[in-house]
């Protein structure tokens, strides 16, 4: 090696030897200290669009829907409840089609309204006095009793009789016989009453603390000749007490088969296996016509918007899912009633919101409308727009076919309009 060559050459080595730590010093800052992370991007305020819907949860009896913490459940348009129309407005005494005239029954809050065995007065409930009385189409009252049951939380009436079940707050139970003033208080753990057509039993659901001791049970009205027809455990919610017209069957059980679709179960006493129905949707609520030939019912998916779809099917015997019918109707049973065993009146909210499916409380400021449906043929026809904006909460029509008796949800007091 030529050490002068090399002390010639000194400097040039040390000006690129402090090159090359400058760009070595310059790679590890940016491969270890300077941050990779790209921007985060502006965020619109609302994060959710219109179109988002809120995931049901599961729910245990008497329990609302579940919502999303976050979401702000919109609430319907305001209505106006009183001069709903132009002075003008032709305003015709018997429903034909057009608006309506509505007459007040009963101003004070009426609760649980059932037709009685007459087939032309109403049974109800006033739960701040706690009295039940009967009413007749000119809105008097006759009081049922003179004892009084304050703050009842749900009531099973019996199909044919002045009997019922009344549910309290605490869990307390009490089966009384109006018209022979009888009274037997029933177990704590038993709820969600239904009598069956010939009101010599009822079925129930034993909600025992212990998840693993609850049942689908039967008894006589009084308590006496229990037992337990099917295990439910921790499906209590998915079960629902409902007996048959024919009283083949005590409850149902609804069970999702897919994302849009469910099966319904049919319960009876004697571990019959029944044929089951394919529900066009999930979170189904329904009601048997009078004979119980078939089922209507309301069910939601993602096709509907999630809102709820009325449908008829046939629900007794071999012919149980034949006759699958689309009344084209967005409500639910418990706006319905039957006037017999093919003709059904509905009260449908003028509009149903996106949604509503699984919150019904969209459209609490809704007013409905009357439709009639055929369910033997599954025509349906308007009936009637009501002369004021009304959101009906319970609605039954007289035996003889001439009267609707309702209640709307926004006073819950009791009116009534002239079908015939």
Sequence with gaps: MNLQNLSKNKPVLIIGFLILCIIIAGALYFLFFKSTTPPIPDIEEDGITGDALPISGEREPGEGDVTTPDVQIPTGPEITRDDAFEPSTQVSDIARGDVTKITNLDGSKTDFIKIDSTGNKLLAYNKESGA?????????????????????????????????????????????????????????????????????????????SNV???????????????????????????????????NQIAATYATGSNADYSKIYFIGQNKENFRSIDANGYNVEYDY????????????????????????????????GYGHTNLKLQTWPDKCTFSNDTTMYCAVPKEMPDGAGWFPELTDNIGDNIYKVNIATGSVSFVAQPQYEYNIEQMQVSENGETLFFTDKFSQTLHKMQLK
């Design 132 to 208: 039940f009385y009967k009413i007749d189409e000119e809105g008097n009252k006759v009081s049922l009793s003179g004892k009084t049951f304050k703050n009842v939380s749900d009531i099973a009436w019996a199909p044919e009789s002045e009997k019922a079940i009344l549910e309290f707050p605490d869990g307390s139970n009490v089966y009384y016989d109006f018209k022979n003033d009888k009274q037997v208080t029933l177990p704590k753990d038993w709820t969600e009453f239904g009598f069956n057509s010939t009101e010599n039993q009822i079925a129930f659901k034993d909600m025992n």
């Design 289 to 320: 016509t009078p004979t119980g030939s078939h089922i209507v019912y309301s069910a939601q998916n993602s096709l509907s918007g999630h809102k709820p779809v009325l449908y008829a099917v046939e629900a007794s015997g071999d012919r149980i």
């Design 212 to 246: 693993d001791k609850r049942f689908l049970g039967t008894s006589n009205p009084d308590g006496s000749n229990a037992k337990y027809i099917e295990y439910i455990g921790g499906e209590d919610h998915n079960v629902t007490v409902k007996w048959s017209p024919t």
